[in-house]
């Protein structure tokens, strides 16, 4: 069995803030722990307005606290996000997330990243080749 709390893992490397200072995440579930998916609790600054494309990775989003939008590229459709919302990029869709508040996120990746990673200039995580 794994037990880990949020408030000790935010002490920890687990706890990555990304370089464009849209959002921090400290990942409670990676690769290492061997389950097939990863499990982030994500903050997403207020104001943040950020282009994403999970090229190599599908993820579930599940917003617990604070608004914002999420929009999907290809077709412009918007969804507004809120506290019980949940979206699923299960096409890799191309999307703008947008905060209008400060957004808490449970996020599940799979595959599974590793930890370190943050979005690369097409808004991806890069997959690991191990």
Known sequence: ????????????????VSP?????????????????????????????????????HLESVYCLSGEGEVETLNDGKKYPINPGTIYILDKHDRHKLRAFTEMKMACV?????????????????EIDDE
Do not use: C
């Open 109 to 125: 990746f799979n595959p599974p990243l590793t930890g370190k990673e943050v979005h690369n200039a097409e808004g991806a995580y």
């Open 20 to 56: 464009d200072g849209n959002w921090e995440s400290t990942r409670l579930l990676l690769k290492e722990d061997g389950m097939g998916f990863s499990f982030h609790i994500t903050t997403i600054y207020a104001g943040a307005d950020f282009y994403m494309h999970y090229q190599n």
């Open 1 to 16: 069995m794994i037990v880990r709390t949020l408030h000790e893992a935010e002490k920890t490397e687990r706890r990555v």
